[in-house]
């Protein structure tokens, strides 16, 4: 048997582990927030008739421009955003790979602030950019002045900002954006990938790319769209940015049938987003229940909620799984993360939660 060892594999990726979210297949899976409705039915009969139209020109190599399709991502987001600063690719994750290929790479640092999404260090590694992370605020907030100190002690050259942030569901303010945009030499990445999950009212990043050339926001349609399989992600930003993005890219990296499923997404992307405040008001539940039941929730402007207050996370982790309860142990002391998923998934998660719950342990005391 050949290992890994014997190959000659590059000396910096030696050691390291591969992106590996457990992928069982249980009744309640809450551990990658997504969005656990299914696609409404009759959208699902427009994708599939939109594709089969595609398949018969599969001949032919896709718009490697994706003309279409950043017209009507451009038009879903708003802002005023024309499609030249629209770029989409095979989920946020290779938008943010374009990214780190283009103003990352050997020689070059890529800064985030710790816990976030675990896939900003392996996007880093892969593209030999070098991964530092800083320190958070209490409660995994990050002020503008914690934000700025870090960028001018690390001089990076990608920022990646997470808001809401993963695993914590920490919203982020445009104050804090708009401080670590103005004080850094680099790109600035907000990554939004939870945002229509915010609560009603909250601006968005896309507000502040005026007049900022190295700001960049990503979205994707793997969460509140309902849509992680078909791998859709997208940015906004400067002309220029997406010209950058161009030199990095496979020819043809988006295919006819991914073009197609997403503008016939798009094209309903009133339905599809429609289960987007039921699901807030199941991660506004989990808020509210764990603490009744004494853990500990982070504020969340996701759709998922992060709390502590865990004696030991891995045996809870392991009985809910024993239940068909599927969570995420992310390595933090005592948390664990959930997924808002739907009324009927959220009470299972719920009543087996009561079982292990420390107040009540408490009481009995
Ligand atoms: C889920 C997630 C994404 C989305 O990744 P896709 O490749 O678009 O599916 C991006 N960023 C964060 C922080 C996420 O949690």
Partial sequence: MTSLDDLPLRDDLRGKSPYGAPQKVVPVALNVNENTHPIPEDVAHDIVARVAAAIIGLNRYPDREFTQLRTAL???LGHGLVP???????GSNEVLQHILQAFGGPGRRALGFAPTYS???LLSGGTG???VTAERDADFELAPGTAVAAVERHDPDVVLLCA???????PLSLDTIAAVADAARGVVVVDEAYFEFADPGTPSALTLLEGRPRLLVSRTMSKAFAFAGARVGYL???PAVIDALRLVRLPYHLSALTQAAALGALAHADEMLAMVDEIRSQRERIVRELAALGYRPYRSGANFVLFGGVDDPHAVFEALLERGILIREIGLPGCLRVTAGTEAETTAFLEA????APARTAAGA
């Fill in 164 to 170: 809401p942030n993963n695993p914590t569901g920490t």
């Fill in 119 to 121: 896939m900003y260090g």
């Fill in 353 to 356: 939660m009561a079982a292990f």
């Fill in 84 to 90: 030249e600063q629209l770029w989409a690719a095979n």
């Fill in 74 to 76: 451009a038009g879903y």
């Fill in 129 to 131: 950019t070098e991964w």
């Fill in 236 to 238: 906004a930003a400067d």
